[in-house]
């Protein structure tokens, strides 16, 4: 029922309108020099061109079947992580009925960030698989060879190999120190294929500035609050257009304010259990899966112009919703089992949802809210000023960070409440 919803949506804001960037997709041509590296999209593209010619409508049907494979496997991770069927049904709905990331589904250029996110869904299944296996190695190699065919999808995957440790560590300093192992050997391999295949420094990138201050800044605000700003984003795109919101949240101040309240607030309330091990989990993995695009904001040249409305949706938050769909399925179960669990019209707090999704199905939504945008570059062309959220950051924000992670050291070595 799900998938079925999820195509309604998909199928009622999809459009045939193409950018110059989705022609050359659909002849199987790397439109770009920065998309030279995403072989597999592409032998796709020449398959499907060779059996159908260049079809809008096969490749998107093709998008969506991958959309669809890819619900299924969080629906897979939710249960597997989670112990819960409602919390593989709530996780499976975040994931794939989701104006937030529906862009990234209607926009052909964009089909190698779903399809690398299929192959780093493969690559966390086969790494879970491995732990209730005599021959876990076969299993961990899997996972290692899901995530190298990632990388040649969408090089957000990148850090991806940072979950298996976290993953690990949700069970115990045995698996920890396995998921440390395979987290060296996939990232030895990503730190490779990104070196000798991306290489974008010869495109006049300039990976130098990553080591600035202002991208340590920009990485310590955004990391964690990005994550939680999308995540109240998602209900909140059923009733209004969301970018707003998110331009709102990601602000200086308010992005700093988020961070230092979460890392504040997790001090103070931690305890050493399962839920807590669960919620740290899915934290800091979702701050992985988005530093890719904090990166992107990073690296921004200067004499290029992003819309807002471009860098405030779509692709580039499908991967993090994988996350952000298994915090809101245990938030949903945390809630129910704690308030709802004995009371039977507890069960039709589930309509709302299902109002949500027809209201902006009907009302809000239309095809022309989730074509691609393009990119413009400085010339004599009139245009909006470049968006960027991390101008102007002052290093005190830096420093509050640093005295709350003092405070922590401070009262794990006195309290003992960190301890396991």
Not at 353 to 381: N, R
Request: aromatic residues 18%.
């Amino acid at each position: 029922m799900i998938l079925i919803l999820g195509f309604i949506f998909f199928a009622r804001n999809a459009h045939l309108q193409l950018a110059t960037d989705d022609i050359g997709w659909l002849k199987g041509e790397a439109p770009t020099v920065f998309d030279q590296y995403r072989l597999i999209p592409r032998f796709l593209f020449v398959s499907l061109y060779a059996l159908l010619g260049p079809s809008p409508v096969a490749a998107l049907a093709m998008i969506f079947c991958f959309h669809a494979l890819n619900t299924i496997l969080v629906y897979e991770l939710a249960g597997k992580l989670l112990g819960s069927p409602a919390a593989s049904n709530a996780a499976a709905f975040v994931f794939a009925i989701n104006p937030l990331t529906l862009s990234t589904i209607t926009w052909i250029s964009c089909f190698s960030y779903i399809l690398g996110s299929t192959l780093a869904l493969l690559s966390l299944s086969s790494f879970w698989k491995g732990r209730n296996s005599s021959r876990y190695w076969l299993w961990w190699a899997g996972a290692v060879f899901f995530y190298g065919m990632g990388l040649f999808c969408s090089h957000e995957i990148l850090f991806l190999p940072a979950l298996f440790p976290m993953l690990g560590w949700r069970f115990g300093k045995a698996w920890l120190k396995r998921g440390l192992v395979l987290f060296a050997i996939a990232m030895s391999l990503g730190l490779l294929v990104n070196f000798f295949f991306y290489d974008f420094g010869r495109y006049g990138v300039e990976t130098a500035q990553l080591f600035s201050f202002r991208f340590a800044s920009a990485l310590a605000s955004s990391a964690l609050s990005f994550g939680l700003s999308l995540g109240l984003a998602y209900p909140l795109s059923f009733f209004v257009h969301p970018t707003a919101f998110l331009q709102f949240t990601y602000a200086e101040p308010v992005r700093w304010g988020i961070t230092l309240g979460l890392l504040s607030s997790g001090i103070v309330l931690y305890k050493p259990n399962p839920n807590w091990r669960t919620w740290l989990v899915l934290m800091f993995s979702c701050a992985a899966l988005i530093t890719p695009y904090i990166i992107r904001f990073g690296l921004m040249p200067p004499g290029v112009n992003y819309d807002i409305s471009y860098v405030l949706s779509g692709r580039v938050f499908y991967l993090p919703f994988i996350v952000i769909a298994l915090m809101w399925s245990k938030l949903c179960v945390d809630f129910s089992e704690k308030y709802l669990k004995g009371y039977p019209w507890g069960r039709f707090l589930a309509l709302l949802p299902l109002g949500a999704y027809l209201y902006a199905l009907l009302f809000l939504y239309s095809p022309g809210d989730f074509m691609g945008l393009a990119v413009i570059l400085v010339g004599t062309q009139i245009f909006p000023p470049p968006w960027n959220p991390y101008q102007g950051d002052h290093p005190i924000w830096l420093a509050s960070l640093a005295l709350i992670g003092g405070g922590a050291v401070v009262r794990r070595a006195i309290g003992g409440r960190w301890r396991e």
